[in-house]
């Protein structure tokens, strides 16, 4: 059995890189940026009024003037207007900032009569108070984002001052799930009492868009061989990506190691030394397609799926890794089998601010209404049984 580790390796070299295509800027959100992003202008472009008062020439506060009469007003998108020596011109938050001014005096600090405004009693301005100077965020031509960010609602934002209405982001691979067992049965349909609910599959696809991965479809095969071989051989077919789960262990009805095989799809690794999730399979179609046989649990199949299936994903789409984030052990655990646990936690803070992790039993890799709540699993090592509290471990979020 490979490790957590080498099953990453080999996963991750395995994958091919996804093109790019380009996209309008609203249908780049939650999609990895395949280019750079500059800054159009200065920003801010001009001199910018931070509060709504008036603007006033500094030179008039030294020489101990109180009352200025109202020039002109100048609002945000406004032009600017060049200010008269002792006049005020009242301006509003966004103004670009009147040509001789240097000084913003707050409405509240001033009184307004006759149209003249006088300053509040034993205020004292300062010279460029409340003054947003040109281009002190960034310049133009600042590179303010870079190829493989994957695209926030704050990116868009930033995307859109730089003037652009479309840009490259990673082309979304094609995904199928197929959820194997006879003994699935449909929400909405008749199931008897030796059957369950199929929840894996659509766990699956939805974990998947959380991750920003939409182009996916879910199908259910029986456990027959010329079934699956048909319905297999057929997304196979039509996919960059095929994810399966159940059929992989040692059952007699585990067809599907058999059946990828036959379908061409070479194996790169068969079981993991980890738990829950050990006997994960991974191969490669003729066409490069990466096939993921997910054990059939629903435990087994969330966490295998977050751990190999989104990270290889964000891989190949040039999305950065990010940095690995770690919790503490909120108490002590004990795990004896020598494999590598992924244990559920969820999430709480100490009195000073640390990252405890607390774990959530589950009773057997099945049961996956434990997860609810759950933030997501630690990385415990396999070469240790006892982990006591305040022992930091690599936290996966869900």
């Known amino acids: 059995m490979l490790t957590t580790a080498a099953a990453r390796r080999a996963i991750l070299g395995a994958m091919p890189a996804y093109g790019k295509e380009s996209v309008t800027v609203a249908a780049s959100n939650g999609k990895v940026l395949r280019q750079s992003v500059v800054a159009e202008r200065d920003q801010p472009p001009f001199d910018r009024v931070m509060m709504d008062g008036i603007a006033i020439s ?42 001789g001014a240097d000084c913003i005096v707050p409405v509240e600090r001033i009184s307004l009569c006759n149209n003249i405004a006088t300053l509040e009693a034993g205020y004292e301005a300062k010279q460029n108070q409340f003054i947003h100077p040109r281009g002190s965020d960034h310049m133009k031509g600042t590179e303010l984002l870079s190829s493989g960010k994957r695209v926030s609602s704050m990116d868009i934002a930033i995307i859109n001052s730089c003037g652009l209405t479309d840009v490259d982001v990673s082309k979304s691979p094609r995904i199928r799930v197929i959820s194997t067992g006879n003994e699935l049965v449909a929400a909405g349909e008749p199931v008897g009492p030796h059957q369950i609910r199929m929840s894996n599959g659509p766990a699956v696809i939805a974990m998947l868009q959380q991750h920003g991965y939409n182009d996916c479809e879910h199908d259910h095969a029986v456990d027959e061989l010329d079934l699956l071989r ?83 994903l964000n891989a190949a789409s040039g999305e950065r890794e990010q940095p690995p984030e770690f919790a503490s052990l909120a108490q002590a655990f004990t795990f004896k089998p020598q494999l590598t646990c992924f244990l559920p936690v969820r999430l709480i803070s100490s009195v000073g601010g640390q990252l405890l992790a607390m774990p959530v039993h589950t009773n057997t890799s099945g049961d996956f209404a434990s997860l609810t709540g759950t933030d997501g699993y630690i990385e415990l090592p396999l070469e240790e049984a006892n982990f006591p509290a305040g022992t930091a471990a690599q936290l996966h979020r869900w």
């Open 230 to 312: 048909e319905k297999i051989g057929g997304h196979l077919d039509n996919s960059d990506v095929l994810v399966l789960s159940g059929g992989v262990s040692m059952g007699k009805a585990d067809y599907i190691p058999q059946v990828l095989g036959e379908l061409g799809v070479e194996v790169v690794f068969h079981k993991i030394s980890q738990r829950p999730g050990k006997p994960m399979w991974f191969g490669v179609g003729a066409k490069g397609q990466a096939v993921f046989a997910l054990p059939g649990n629903p435990v087994s199949t969330l966490v295998c799926c977050r751990q190999y299936v989104i990270p290889a």
């Open 58 to 99: 500094y030179a008039d506060v030294e020489n101990d003037t109180r009352e200025f009469p109202i020039q002109a007003t100048q609002a945000a998108g406004d032009k600017q207007t060049s200010i008269e020596a002792g006049k005020a011109i009242e301006v509003m938050t966004g103004a670009s900032l009147p040509i």
